[in-house]
């Protein structure tokens, strides 16, 4: 049946729309694939074939590409951008999609192809694509002792200076392990709203509707979920009851600790997920200042903040490195970074970023650590967190910080049950290879009185 449904589907000719938005007009992936689900009418299966295509195409472009370089003789590179989005596509069907027959993938890519350019495209995809069925073994990465870097590169589609700097640090059968992960569908994972609902009690509820769940490993009030339904529509969402946010942001929020009667600075806060976690630990009893250069951004904020009926959260739109107010109790600075513990969910920062963006993103984290420095209280708390696992932006940063303000200490004490993310520095890392969420560091420091 679901075959049946997906041979002729309008998702291909959208899948082709953002990627072409994508490559050409830098558009970032989750947005273009927003507006295209709340602006269209496809049915659920239709959403789903839709959201695989244009992640399964983003994240494994590099290989889709080193297949097409042979079949079309080096002319990828010349190839017109809607047609390469077409070829890859289609290919990605073929390659890794094992529900959708490989008929079906030819079919509907020449037909594509046709509307698009015309009998001269249709027969270059109808060529290509025969091409590589009558011999796909042909097409298998092999390994190079010469060149492993490039090798695993085209093997699992990520940067060649991605892998070199990975390979460095963690060896290259760990970076396979990194790299697999972020070639993966992710996990949903949902946080609980502890003042409304308990686990026992959403997992049972997800049971009713179908939705496989599994209890998180690491944290007590986080949920799994595989394959979900759009869980915003959801009754358990829209009455506040939980959180879509990744089990990785419990470690920060966590580390804070706000309790009862203490101001809190969220330095960086929109969509607002921490900022509300935050309130929640707090019971909605502290004072918890949100803020965010971006209005729209902080429109999300707000809308989580009512979703959830807190009355603790003050929202502002507010640059964090000028903002000024009476020291507080508490700092959260969830720093802007490269996002590169996140390519899993994230498939396009891949290919976004540069290795001078983790050294250009330094200079705005620095600057927020010294703001954050004169807004917080002598004896206060400060946690740093980022979503990257390049030590560029978490522990040099924090270390260089350290060197010019002498009256921080490291609070190494973790999370008190933190020891599978605790390193003997102090810091807190979540890697993607080793604990199966997003990668992400934070660390908390005290201010000396």
């Known amino acids: 049946m679901l075959v049946k449904n997906l041979v002729k589907s309008p998702a291909r000719k959208y899948a082709v ?23 269209t009418r496809l049915s659920q299966r239709d959403k789903s074939l839709l959201v695989e295509l244009v992640n399964g195409v983003i994240r494994w472009r590099v290989q889709l590409d080193w297949i097409l370089r042979q079949l ?19 290919l990605y069907q073929i390659r890794f999609l094992d529900k959708i027959p490989q008929y079906a993938a030819v079919s509907e890519g020449v037909e594509m192809a046709k509307r698009e350019g015309g009998r001269s495209w249709g027969s270059l995809v109808n060529g290509v694509l025969r091409s590589y069925l009558r011999n796909p073994q042909k097409f298998i990465v092999p390994m190079s002792e010469k060149n492993p870097v ?31 992960y972020n070639n993966r569908r992710p996990l949903i994972a949902v946080r609980i709203n502890r003042t409304k609902a308990t686990r026992e009690f959403l997992l049972e509820e997800f049971v009713k509707l179908g939705i ?6 690491y944290f007590d009030d986080f949920i ?36 009862k009667g203490e101001t809190v600075l969220d330095m960086c806060a929109a969509p607002g997920g ?43 739109v507010a640059d964090g490195v000028s903002f000024s107010v009476k020291p507080v109790d508490k700092i959260l600075l969830d720093a802007p970074c490269s996002g590169l513990g996140v390519l899993a969910r994230r498939a396009d920062l ?55 303000h002498p009256n921080y200490a490291i609070d190494k004490n973790g999370l008190g049950s933190g020891e599978t993310f605790l390193s003997d520095e102090g810091f807190l890392k979540s890697l993607p290879q080793r604990h199966l969420m997003d990668g992400s560091f934070a660390v908390k420091l005290i201010k000396q009185a």
């Open 350 to 404: 891949r290919w976004r970023r540069t290795l001078d963006d983790i050294f250009k993103i330094q200079h705005l984290q620095k600057a927020l650590l010294k703001n954050a420095d004169r807004l917080l209280k002598p004896g206060g708390v400060l946690v740093y967190s980022t979503c990257t696992i390049e030590p560029e932006e978490n522990e040099v940063v924090i270390g260089d910080f350290l060197d010019s």
């Open 72 to 90: 079309l003789r080096g002319k990828v590179e010349k190839t017109p951008v809607r047609l390469l989005s077409i070829l890859e596509m289609s």
């Open 224 to 259: 799994l979920l595989r394959n979900p339904h759009d869980l915003s529509k959801l009754p358990l969402f829209q009455k506040g009851l939980l959180a879509i946010q990744d089990e990785s942001t419990a470690i920060p929020c966590r580390l804070l600790s706000p309790q």
């Open 17 to 39: 729309d953002i990627l072409e938005q994508v490559f050409v007009n830098s558009i970032y992936a989750d947005e273009a694939l927003a507006l295209t689900l709340d602006t």
């Open 150 to 180: 490039e090798a695993l590169s085209i093997q699992y589609s990520h940067p060649q200076w991605m892998i070199e700097r990975w390979v460095k640090r963690y060896g290259q059968t760990e970076t396979e392990r990194l790299c697999e």
């Open 212 to 217: 496989d769940a599994e209890p998180s490993r």
């Open 274 to 316: 921490k900022t509300c976690y935050l309130a929640h630990l707090a019971n909605d009893e502290a004072s918890i200042i949100a803020l965010d250069k971006h209005p729209d951004r902080l429109r999300l904020l707000r809308d989580n903040v009512a979703r959830f009926t807190l009355k603790s959260v003050f929202a502002a």
